[in-house]
């Protein structure tokens, strides 16, 4: 590590080896473009970005999926909350109904922000809030394709496990273990929704992916 980043605060630390393993993402001219305007617009979504951007990646190769699609899918999966005021970002407290509508923008602005750079990352980050029982933005169109649906899941898989151990505004990080029963609940709950058009790609999220995702993240914790 060159000395002057062992020099520098932790924070600043971790979050360029995050983006040392993204960095064939950042070689893409708008996808980095992007990502910086997300920094500097909102520093704690762009941490969550590229913290998805790596489990997203890890997860995804641990079930083959193209390496390239989900850094990208992981990083530029908020990329629409640019047009989220920070207001309703950074709010400490509950949304209401009219900050819950504004918020649930951002996955149809993040698809639309994308599909002229990379369609098939698209097509793979407008899903990541369709398969909870508040699902948006759309309710029931779903891929027919096998691989992409399991790369939406795995992006679903990277989201949550993000969402829930970091703390936000309105809440405290979760435990691990709470982090596990939620998940377990949450995929129990997408198998029996009808919500998936390829039901054998489920079989991959199991107890065993969801551990080994929960540990990848506690692991980006390392210093």
């Known amino acids: ?126 899903a990541h809030h369709e398969y909870q029982n508040h699902s948006y933005p759309r309710k029931t169109s779903r891929p027919k394709d096998t691989a992409l649906e399991k790369s939406q899941l795995v992006l679903v898989l990277a989201d949550r496990i993000d969402a829930w151990m970091s703390e936000r505004p309105y809440k405290p990080a979760f435990s691990p273990e709470e982090t596990r029963d939620m998940l377990m609940d949450a995929f129990a709950e997408i198998k029996q929704s009808g919500k998936v058009q390829n039901p054998e790609v489920l079989g991959a999220f199991d107890e065993e992916l969801i551990d080994f995702a929960i540990q990848t993240r506690l692991n980006l914790d390392e210093k």
């Open 1 to 126: 590590m060159p000395e002057a980043l062992e020099q520098a605060p932790r924070s600043i630390i971790h979050e360029e080896k995050l983006k040392s393993e993204l960095k064939e993402v950042f070689t893409n001219e708008w996808f980095a473009r992007t990502a910086i305007e997300l920094k500097e617009y909102d520093r704690e979504t762009y941490n969550h970005s590229l913290r998805v951007g790596v489990l997203a990646s890890r997860i995804g190769t641990r079930l083959e999926l193209p390496e390239d699609l989900m850094k990208k899918s992981g990083l530029s999966h908020d990329f629409g909350k640019l047009h989220v005021p920070l207001h309703i970002l950074q709010k400490e407290g509950p949304l209401t109904d009219d900050e819950r509508i504004t918020m649930d923008t951002h996955a149809d602005a993040s698809f639309l922000m994308a599909q002229p750079h990379d369609n098939q990352v698209a097509t793979v980050i407008v």
